[in-house]
């Protein structure tokens, strides 16, 4: 039996744009308008495994438990500079949204690494998880308006509530042990999470990339 803590870090940016143009009439100037969001998560899990030999290969089967946390903003911009800033009236308005989530539950899987030589082997794993966690939903409005000069803040509402989400991955890879206890991973991971982000086209999102990982063994 063996026990591992680890930890993993995801920083995205969904969409992003902008556009401006001058208007004529009776108060001309440049108006810009935009939008942009953003988002990033974290898990922390913990586990205790049991090893299995299958003629060369070594199978661990693992239990624990999975923390995870993901915040989420987006923000609509517009903003109005007048060609006349001492007789027009500018500004800019923000209206901006947030959604943060803490979850934690029950994960379980499985990997198993097959040895090259004395110092290679290929690795893979799969697990899945149920997090059980609350999700607070924000949203206020940032307005800076010039002639006269008049800035603030208003919150329109902020409102939580209890939500389920859940998670599968799997990974493969190569693995290189230098030292006893030190181990470099290098290889490809893909991961789907259900109910995690909210600003997103599906309830389920898929991540997927290569990975490198450094495990010590105490």
């Keep these: 039996m063996d026990w591992r803590l680890a930890g993993a870090f995801h920083l995205g940016k969904n969409r992003s744009w902008q ?10 100037g440049f108006l810009t308008i935009g939008y942009g969001d953003d988002y990033s998560f974290q898990a922390f899990d913990f586990d205790v495994g049991k090893h299995v030999k299958v003629q060369a290969a070594d199978i661990r089967f693992f239990g624990g ?3 995870v946390h993901s915040d989420e903003h987006g923000t609509a911009s517009e903003g109005f500079s007048p060609d006349n800033p001492g007789a027009d009236k500018g500004g800019a308005v923000d209206k901006v949204g947030s959604s943060e989530y803490w979850g934690i539950g029950p994960r379980a899987g499985v990997e198993a690494y097959y040895p090259l030589g004395e110092t290679w082997g290929l690795t893979g794993s799969a697990s899945g998880a149920v997090m059980w966690g ?4 924000r949203a206020g409005v940032n307005y ?9 803040s208003v919150t ?3 409102e939580s509530a209890n939500q389920t989400v859940t998670s599968l991955d799997a990974s493969a890879g190569l693995s290189w042990t230098p030292l006893a206890g030190a181990t470099f991973t290098a290889g490809y991971k893909i991961e789907q999470w259900h109910n995690l ?7 389920s999102q898929t991540f997927h990339g290569p990975f490198l990982r450094l495990e010590v063994k105490m």
């Design 65 to 67: 438990l999975r923390l």
């Design 19 to 28: 556009e401006s143009g001058h208007i004529t009439g009776s108060d001309p």
């Design 197 to 203: 982000l909210i600003n997103a086209d599906h309830s």
């Design 156 to 158: 329109l509402f902020s």
């Design 144 to 152: 800076n308006f010039t002639n006269p000069d008049n800035h603030g």
């Design 134 to 137: 609350r999700r607070t939903d």
